[in-house]
């Protein structure tokens, strides 16, 4: 008996020795599940902003831009135009004089911020603005730190929501002597003392204040200084065939982006006496189109 008691012991450890092991190999993850999850950790954050942007918003190169989106540029635009307005009727100018604010001015004339931040209290953005110290460059510790507030106003429908850059631009020019010596501006944003409405000879219904660029364009939205008049078409990048603007009187149109560089350059200088005809450049959202069709 007691050598049948001590088999049974024996055979009952190794069952015991036996069940354990089985036990832990079930605790193993399996490795398909193990690739899955390294997957999903993987995906960034930036990918999965991208997806959520609808895609009636994205602007496609060299293709019409949906009602849509037209719709919620034209919204941004209006606002832009309101705060550079407000500023004006307050200023008498379309921003600070270096007559007033000599330190707002860089050795070349030009703002030491962006035009974008002196019209923040006109956008409900006070508070930012009074952060921000407009006698230093854009980029110094103090200002480059406030980049990351950039204000929906200036954000286009499909800008990722955590990004500094925007697409909203305007042309940057001189103050230019005729061939009869008197002095002409190019653009409402020339460098130097900037411009009044009265300056407009063309009629602000005549004159492009803003413009959106394409994606490869975008800036820093605090970053002083504008988009070149040499060749304007070049300067508006990858957008699609046709481009948002804002106009001197406020108003928002959509225009045909294929005008060659004498068309463009007509509609930004406000005092070259162009008298435009909408009609003739003006574009439609791609919905409208489609309708017509």
């Known amino acids: 008996m007691p050598a049948f008691r001590s088999t049974v012991f024996a055979l009952g450890a190794i069952l015991v020795i036996s069940s354990t092991s089985g036990c832990q190999k079930s605790q193993t993850t399996d490795p398909q ?31 019409p831009m949906t009602a849509e989106r037209y719709q ?13 307005h407000n500023f004006h009727d307050k200023n008498r100018f379309f921003l600070p004089t270096p007559e007033e604010h000599p330190e707002y001015y860089d050795e070349n004339g030009r703002l030491k911020v962006s035009w974008r931040v ?13 952060q921000f110290k407009l006698d230093e460059a854009w980029d110094s510790p103090h200002n480059a730190s406030l980049a990351k507030k950039m204000p929906d106003a200036f954000r286009s429908p499909d800008t990722p929501a955590g990004s500094d850059k925007t697409r909203f631009r305007v042309f940057e020019g001189n103050r230019e002597k005729d061939d ?21 000879l063309d009629g602000t219904s005549n004159t492009v204040m803003v413009v ?35 106009k001197g009187d406020g108003s928002v149109k959509l225009i045909k982006k294929d005008l060659d560089d004498t068309q463009w350059r007509a509609i930004v200088g406000p005092q070259d ?11 439609k959202p791609a ?3 489609s309708d017509e069709q």
């Open 212 to 246: 959106e660029v394409g994606p490869d364009k975008t800036v820093e939205w605090s970053k002083p200084g504008g988009l070149k008049l040499e060749h304007p078409t070049e300067e508006l990048g990858a957008t699609g065939s046709a481009v948002a603007i804002l």
């Open 118 to 130: 002196h019209i923040l209290p006109f956008l409900d953005q006070k508070e930012l603005y009074e």
């Open 180 to 200: 009869e010596g008197e002095e002409k501006l190019t653009t409402i944003f020339p460098l130097g003392t900037p411009a009044r409405i009265r300056d407009t």
């Open 33 to 63: 599940t193990d690739q899955m999850s390294a997957t999903a950790e993987e995906k960034s954050p930036a990918a999965s902003e991208e997806k959520s942007i609808d895609p009636k918003m994205v602007i496609k190169p060299g293709e």
């Open 287 to 289: 919905q409208e189109q």
């Open 273 to 283: 006496l162009t008298v435009i005809t909408w009609n003739d450049i003006e574009a």
């Open 72 to 84: 919620a540029v034209k919204a941004r635009l209006k606002e832009i135009g309101l705060a550079l």
